[in-house]
């Protein structure tokens, strides 16, 4: 007996101390300059591959396309007909005819086009000028070949360029626009070339201007916003590292999103534990004991949101859409090093500061805590007196809200939309409608067995929507090669309506029935439409996969059945409403034109990937003051602890995703709009007042089955246990 006394002291004492090892670890009174160390090293070594993610970054047709659609058959087989090249189409257009002095200059640009050979123009390649009609002509057009290869993205806008110091501007009634597929690869080019600084510093000023409002502070916002910039410089790295190693696909759209995901998801994390610890400055004198603790606490529900959304992400790999399944490990690689720089390099810093970087505002020991008298403990108060009205109105006025997806249009962005603000291939395109059959410049391609080359040039001459005369073989491509042939064909419509698809599928139908031809359709048009149906097949198998995964997470961390059941109820609900307020603004604000095929499916992983957080960080303090004071007691705490947090985590989140609003193109500002609403309306309706209400309502039955259903924390709802004596440390 004597020795059990003598060993049950110690064996308190160990198990009282290990909690706080992996805090203590990041922020010991020497680990946490330890802790800096590593990070400073890790950065000197990865900061050079960071600035060099947009080397690698894929932004031709096969890193969007599906690998099994047969426009990406048809890239592939036509690599070997001729070099990888777009045109870009030249327009001439006077409106009361082309003048004498008109044709000389359109005649001297043509020749002098056909000798550039500056960023990849394939001059000598020239076709043109080609005139609408030979007596009395209006308009004419050049097509210029422009080489993209591995470099293409780099030099598009560059050579354009070279173009237009050639063709010169439009003036005299004389109009000069530059557009076809390589006038608007141009366009798109110039846009993401300024992708990742004007993200960066939106993003940035979002955040600066967040954190001093919530933190009222000069000194500590500054904290987060160098371990927000830490992680980015880190995932920026690892995802160069992997796109030139591993082969990960990495585009424009995914290296903004990166951006906006680190700063948005990594200052939440932050302000997560920044709260926390100035809980627990509170109630201790050390402040090495104070950050350990609160890691402890608040360490668990940050790595779970992480690890809802990096898995959410990661599900991203079943779509077929190269675009979106390269996107999820980009993103889930950003959200790892998020949460990792949030537990050690942002623990590490804000205790070498000391208690001072709170200041105006600094945390004394033995101060009240603020929170429980603060504007969400009488939020709850009011939520408390009539909780099932309260969140039976929410809900009806939710599911209201979603009435507004009736005006989703979400079938796709022709090239005339896609941009906010007019370009000058867009102008040119609508030019060269009126002048010339609709689809110049962006032909459907055929490849077939050369032995059934007639035949299938001939059923696409029935098949209708094509130019008869335009059926061929086109200059510059070898006859034949392996077996096989390319032909062209000019569809009459636009390349980006829904006609021209409509050809699309009437001339593959056609072709297919071509025995022994193994004929293929591919195009611009033809890559639009697949990449439309891969959309809809993403949107059919991702979502639900997602809603699983995250089930599957909450109903793990919170060890119950029906609070995870109605916590996804209610982020579907408050996805529905998010996407109908968006669809009614885009309609009646905005006036956009239409969504992306891919638009729902982004704004539902974002918004319940990055949603999610704020349910982890309300439910697992729930859970952590239900087992003490009884569930509708714990939610009233929890509430009145963390709704500060979670509207100031909304509110940064929401103005990092806004921030996508800065770039002129209508997909990144409506992903913006769509996200940023729906984090404000789940941050501030849902998560505070709905989620509140429903816990409120039905008390410890939300933790069915587990045993804390029943005992609830083994006291009656609303009884505060006896708190636990600080032991300071000086």
């Given at each position: 007996m004597a020795a059990g006394a003598h060993r049950e002291p110690d064996e308190r004492h160990r198990t009282a101390r290990a909690p706080h090892r992996p805090g203590r670890l990041v922020c010991g009174r020497r680990t946490k300059w330890l802790t800096v160390l590593l990070w400073l090293v890790a950065l000197a070594a990865l900061a050079p591959a960071a600035q060099r993610l947009s080397d690698v970054q894929d932004n031709d047709a096969l890193s969007w396309l599906p690998d099994s659609a047969e426009s990406t058959r048809v890239l592939k087989v036509a690599e070997g007909f001729r070099d990888e090249s777009v045109t870009a189409v030249v327009i001439y257009a006077r409106e009361g005819g082309l003048t004498a002095a008109d044709r000389e200059r359109i005649a001297g640009a043509a020749d002098e086009l056909?000798?550039?050979?500056?960023?990849?123009?394939?001059?000598?390649?020239?076709?043109?000028?080609?005139?609408?009609?030979?007596?009395?002509?209006?308009?004419?057009?050049?097509?210029?070949?422009?080489?993209?290869?591995?470099?293409?993205?780099?030099?598009?806008?560059?050579?354009?360029?070279?173009?237009?110091?050639?063709?010169?501007?439009?003036?005299?009634?004389?109009?000069?626009?530059?557009?076809?597929?390589?006038?608007?690869?141009?366009?798109?080019?110039?846009?993401?070339?300024?992708?990742?600084?004007?993200?960066?510093?939106?993003?940035?000023?979002?955040?600066?201007?967040?954190?001093?409002?919530?933190?009222?502070?000069?000194?500590?916002?500054?904290?987060?916003?160098?371990?927000?910039?830490?992680?980015?410089?880190?995932?920026?790295?690892?995802?160069?590292?992997?796109?030139?190693?591993?082969?990960?696909?990495?585009?424009?759209?995914?290296?903004?999103?990166?951006?906006?995901?680190?700063?948005?998801?990594?200052?939440?994390?932050?302000?997560?534990?920044?709260?926390?610890?100035?809980?627990?400055?509170?109630?201790?004198?050390?402040?090495?004991?104070?950050?350990?603790?609160?890691?402890?606490?608040?360490?668990?529900?940050?790595?779970?949101?992480?690890?809802?959304?990096?898995?959410?992400?990661?599900?991203?790999?079943?779509?077929?859409?190269?675009?979106?399944?390269?996107?999820?490990?980009?993103?889930?690689?950003?959200?790892?090093?998020?949460?990792?720089?949030?537990?050690?390099?942002?623990?590490?810093?804000?205790?070498?500061?000391?208690?001072?970087?709170?200041?105006?505002?600094?945390?004394?020991?033995?101060?009240?805590?603020?929170?429980?008298?603060?504007?969400?403990?009488?939020?709850?108060?009011?939520?408390?007196?009539?909780?099932?009205?309260?969140?039976?109105?929410?809900?009806?006025?939710?599911?209201?809200?979603?009435?507004?997806?009736?005006?989703?249009?979400?079938?796709?962005?022709?090239?005339?939309?896609?941009?906010?603000?007019?370009?000058?291939?867009?102008?040119?395109?609508?030019?060269?409608?009126?002048?010339?059959?609709?689809?110049?410049?962006?032909?459907?391609?055929v490849v077939a067995e050369a032995d059934r080359a007639g035949e299938v040039r001939r059923a696409v001459e029935r098949a209708g929507g094509v130019v008869p005369a335009s059926v061929g073989r086109p200059p510059g491509v070898a006859p034949e090669r392996d077996g096989r042939v390319l032909l062209e064909a000019t569809p009459t419509d636009p390349a980006d309506s829904a006609a021209a698809e409509e050809t699309v599928e009437r001339v593959r139908a056609a072709v297919h029935a071509v025995p022994g031809a193994r004929a293929l359709v591919g195009g611009t048009t033809a890559a639009t439409l697949d990449a439309e149906n891969a959309s809809a097949r993403d949107n059919r198998v991702v979502i639900p996969l997602v809603l699983l995964v995250v089930l599957g997470v909450l109903m793990l961390l919170l060890r119950a059945v029906l609070a995870p059941l109605l916590l996804i109820a209610t982020v579907v609900l408050s996805f529905a409403a998010a996407l109908g307020i968006s669809a009614l603004a885009f309609r009646h604000v905005f006036d956009y034109a239409g969504e992306d095929t891919a638009f729902p499916l982004f704004t539902f992983v974002f918004l319940v990937a990055l949603g999610i957080d704020y349910n982890i960080f309300l439910t697992t303090r729930v859970r952590e003051e239900s087992v003490r004071r009884g569930t509708r007691q714990g939610t009233l705490t929890a509430l009145a602890a963390t709704g500060a947090v979670i509207t100031s985590a909304g509110l940064v989140l929401a103005g990092t995703f806004a921030a996508l609003g800065t770039l002129p193109v209508t997909g990144f500002a409506e992903i913006g709009f769509a996200v940023a609403a729906g984090v404000l309306l789940d941050t501030f309706v849902v998560r505070s007042v709905l989620v509140t209400a429903v816990f409120l309502d039905l008390g410890p039955r939300v933790w069915w089955p587990h045993p804390l259903a029943r005992t609830d924390g083994g006291r009656r709802a609303g009884t505060a246990g006896p708190r636990r004596p600080d032991t300071p440390r000086d």
């Open positions: 056909r000798t550039l050979r500056d960023h990849g123009v394939q001059g000598a390649r020239t076709r043109g000028p080609v005139f609408d009609r030979p007596a009395e002509p209006r308009a004419a057009q050049i097509a210029v070949p422009i080489t993209m290869d591995e470099r293409g993205w780099e030099r598009i806008a560059p050579a354009v360029d070279s173009l237009r110091e050639i063709t010169g501007r439009g003036s005299g009634g004389l109009a000069v626009h530059i557009t076809g597929p390589g006038g608007t690869a141009a366009d798109f080019a110039e846009v993401y070339a300024g992708i990742d600084s004007t993200l960066l510093l939106a993003a940035l000023a979002v955040v600066v201007v967040a954190l001093l409002v919530t933190y009222r502070s000069p000194v500590l916002l500054l904290v987060p916003v160098l371990a927000a910039v830490a992680a980015l410089l880190t995932s920026q790295a690892l995802v160069y590292l992997l796109a030139r190693h591993a082969g990960l696909t990495v585009n424009g759209q995914s290296a903004g999103i990166l951006t906006v995901l680190v700063f948005g998801a990594g200052t939440d994390y932050a302000l997560l534990l920044v709260a926390r610890y100035r809980e627990e400055l509170r109630r201790h004198r050390d402040r090495h004991e104070a950050m350990a603790r609160a890691l402890r606490r608040a360490g668990p529900a940050i790595v779970a949101s992480g690890g809802t959304v990096g898995i959410s992400m990661l599900v991203l790999l079943v779509a077929e859409m190269n675009s979106t399944s390269g996107l999820g490990p980009v993103c889930a690689v950003g959200v790892a090093v998020a949460v990792l720089a949030m537990l050690t390099l942002l623990p590490a810093l804000l205790v070498i500061a000391g208690r001072w970087v709170f200041w105006p505002v600094v945390p004394h020991y033995g101060s009240p805590e603020p929170t429980e008298r603060g504007v969400w403990a009488r939020a709850g108060r009011r939520i408390e007196r009539r909780p099932r009205t309260v969140w039976g109105v929410t809900a009806v006025v939710l599911a209201a809200l979603s009435l507004g997806i009736t005006a989703l249009r979400a079938e796709g962005i022709d090239n005339a939309d896609a941009f906010t603000r007019t370009q000058d291939s867009v102008t040119g395109q609508e030019l060269s409608a009126r002048y010339f059959p609709a689809g110049s410049g962006s032909p459907l391609v």
